[in-house]
C-alpha cells in the first residue's frame, strides 16, 4: 500500500471541510490531480490546522511533480502534529522524490520511530538506502518490511537486487524463485532474476528474461520499471554485439521516457559502438546534469572521460575521469580495505617466494606428464591483454580461454591442502603436482568446451602473481608477456569502470594504480631472474604497429606457425560474441594506434607517479 492510497482513505475530522475533502478525494481517484489540489488548498485554507488536508495536499502535489510545494505542505504536517508517523512519511516522501535522499532517509527513520511496525515504511527506507549506495543499511530495511508484510513481493525484488549489487547471486536467486512461486511473471523479479543470468554470464537467459519482464508489463509502459527494463537489456544487447537491436530498444526507451539517466546511458554506449562519438558525448552530459546515485553518476564519469579523451579534449577528459571514479569509490565503500588485503597477499606472496628453495624446481619426471601444458599470456591490466587473445584465438591450432579462474582454483586447492596458497619451502610432490592439474583442467571444462588438437593459451593478466605455481605445474608452459608504457597502461586502468574486487580495488585514484602497478610487475621481475621461464614479450607499442610480424614472431614461440587467419582477428571476434574485459567495443574495430603514448597528454598530471614507474620505464625499455 502507498501513501497515495493510505491518505486517500482518511476521512477529514474536521466538519467545515469534510465535503471539500470528500470532492477533491473523488477527484484524485479519477485522476483530476489538479482539480482535487485546488480543492485540498480551499481545505487547508479554511481550517489551517487540519492535518489530514495538508497530507493530502502534499500527495497531490509530490504526484504532480510540484516538490517543493509537497515539501511545504508536510513540513506543514509535521509541525502541526510532530508525533504523527504518516506526516513524516510525507515529508520523507516529497523529499525522495526530489532526489534529496539523505533527509528523506532521515524523515523515513522519524516515521519508523513514531510506528516502528508499517512494511511499507521500511521499504521505502531500504529504496532510498540502496539508491544511495548503502546496501548493506538498505538489505536490513528490506527484510524488515519482508518480516512485516510476508510475500511483500516488491521488497522481495529489491532485497534480490541489493543482495545482486552485493555479489551475493546465488541468495539473491534463492530470494527471487521463492517470490516468483508466489507470483509467477512478476515483472521486477523477472528483471532481477535476469541480472543473476548476466552475472553468470547466461546471456542468452538472461535476455530472454528481460523480454519475459517487458512483456508482462503494459505495452510501451513508461513506468520506471519497464524504463529500466530496456535500459538493461539495450546495455547488455551491445555488449553481446547485437547493435541494432540495443538501438532498438534504446529509441522505444526514449521516446517513452527521455530523461531516464540509464536508458540515456545505454544510449551512449550504442552511440560509441556505432561511432556517433558526439552524439554520445551529448547523452552523457545531459545525464550528468542530473541527481544521480553514485554508482550510475561514475558510470557516466568514466565513460563521459572516455569519449572526450577520444575526442582529443584531454582538458575535460581527466577530470570527468577522476570525478567518476570518486562516485564510483563511494559506491564502493569496501573498496579501500579490499585494496589493502590485496596488497598484503602481494607482499606475503613476495616473502613466500624468496624463501622458496630453488632446487623444489620442477623435476623431469614432472615435464614428461606436462603433455598438455597450456601458454599463459599475463601482464598487467590494460597492457594489450584483450588484443593479444583475439589474435590467438583465431589461429586454429590454438584455443584461448578468456580471463577464468582456473589457476586460481589450483591455488586454492594448494591453500586447502598445504595451509598457504603459495609452494611450500620443500616443493612439491609428484602426486600433488597432478593433482592441482587436475583441479585446474576441471576449472577450465566449467568454462570452455576444449577443441581437439588446439593448445590452450589461458588468458588473465594478473596470473602473473601465480607464475611459479603455473611453472611448477606445467614445466613445458610458455608465459606471454603483455607490456605497455607504465604511465599509458596507469592511465587507462583508472580511465575504466572494472568491477570492483580486491585486485580491481587500487584503481580509483592514479596514485594507487601506480603502487599497485609497481608492486605487481616488481614481483614478476622478482619471478623472471630466480625462475627459468620460457617468456616472450609483447609490446602494445610494437604489436599495433606491426600486427603481422609481433604476430608471426609470437607464433613461432608458441611453436605453432604462421597462419593468415590471425590477420582476421578483428572479424573473428565479432563472430565470436561476447568479450569479457572493458576493451569489449574496441576489439572488434580495426587496430588503432592512438592509445599508444597516449600519457604524454597527461604529463602533467602523471608527473606525481613519475618516480615510482620510472624504474618499470627503464626495465622495459621506454626510456626515451
Known sequence: MTWDTIVATMASRNDRTLALNAQADQLARTGRLADAGRLYRQACERDPVDVEAWLKLSAV???????????????????????????????????????????????????????????????????????????????????????????????????????????????????????????????????????????????????????????????????????????????????????????????????????????????????????????????????????????????????????????????????????????????????????????????????????????????????????????????????????????????????????????????????????????????????QVRSLRRVYFDEVRRHLEREPGTRLVDKLPLNIVRVPLAHRLFPRARFILALRHPCDVCLSCLMQDFSVNEAMASFFTLEDTARLYADVMGLWMEYARALPLPVHAVRYEDLVADVPGEARRLLDFLGVGWHDAVLGHTEHARRRGVIFTPSYHQVTQAVYRRAAWRWKRYADSMAPVLPVLQPFVDAFGYAE
Open 61 to 431: 502535489q509530490r504526484r504532480l511533480g510540484a516538490l517543493d510545494a509537497a515539501e511545504q505542505c508536510a513540513r506543514t504536517a509535521v509541525r502541526l502534529q510532530p508525533a504523527l508517523a504518516r506526516a513524516h512519511f510525507a515529508l520523507a516522501a516529497a523529499l525522495h522524490a526530489g532526489g534529496r535522499r539523505e533527509e528523506a532517509i532521515t524523515a523515513y527513520r522519524s516515521a519508523i520511530d513514531l510506528a516502528p511496525d508499517i512494511a511499507m515504511t521500511h521499504y521505502v527506507l531500504g529504496t532510498a538506502l540502496h539508491e544511495s549506495d548503502r546496501v548493506g543499511d538498505a538489505l536490513a530495511s528490506y527484510r524488515r518490511a519482508i518480516e512485516l508484510q510476508p510475500g511483500f513481493v516488491e521488497a522481495e525484488s529489491n532485497l534480490a537486487a541489493a543482495l545482486i549489487a552485493l555479489g551475493r547471486v546465488d541468495e539473491a536467486e534463492s530470494v527471487l524463485q521463492q517470490a516468483l512461486a508466489r507470483r509467477p511473471g512478476a515483472p521486477a523479479l523477472l528483471l532481477n532474476l535476469a541480472s543473476v543470468a548476466e552475472r553468470r554470464t547466461r546471456f542468452d537467459v538472461a535476455v530472454d528474461l528481460y523480454g519475459q519482464a517487458l512483456r508482462a508489463l503494459p505495452a510501451d509502459s513508461a513506468a520506471p520499471l519497464a524504463l529500466d527494463a530496456r535500459a538493461a537489456l539495450a546495455t547488455l544487447l551491445e555488449k553481446l554485439g547485437r547493435v541494432d537491436e540495443a538501438a532498438e530498444q534504446v529509441e522505444r526507451g526514449l521516446a517513452l521516457g527521455p530523461a531516464h539517466p540509464r536508458l540515456g546511458l545505454a544510449a551512449a554506449l550504442v552511440a560509441r559502438r556505432q561511432g556517433r562519438i558526439d552524439e554520445a558525448i551529448g547523452y552523457l552530459e545531459s545525464i550528468d546534469r542530473q541527481p544521480l546515485p553514485h554508482l550510475l553518476a561514475g558510470q557516466v564519469g568514466t565513460l563521459l572521460g572516455q569519449l572526450l579523451d577520444q575526442r582529443g579534449d584531454s582538458a575535460r577528459a581527466l577530470p570527468a575521469v577522476v570525478e567518476g571514479k570518486r562516485r564510483l569509490a563511494l559506491a564502493a565503500p569496501t573498496h579501500e580495505a579490499e585494496r589493502q588485503r590485496y596488497a598484503a597477499r602481494l607482499h606475503q606472496r613476495r616473502s613466500e617466494f624468496d624463501r622458496l628453495d630453488r632446487a623444489a624446481a620442477p623435476s623431469p619426471a614432472d615435464a614428461a606428464g606436462d603433455d598438455d601444458a597450456p601458454a599463459f599470456l599475463v601482464g598487467f591490466p590494460r597492457s594489450g591483454t584483450t588484443l593479444l587473445e583475439q589474435i590467438l584465438d583465431a589461429h586454429p591450432a590454438l584455443q584461448t580461454m578468456e580471463e577464468r579462474p582456473a589457476l586460481a582454483a589450483a591455488e586454492r586447492a594448494l591453500e586447502a591442502a598445504a595451509g598457504a596458497s603459495a609452494i611450500p619451502a620443500d616443493g612439491l610432490t609428484g602426486e
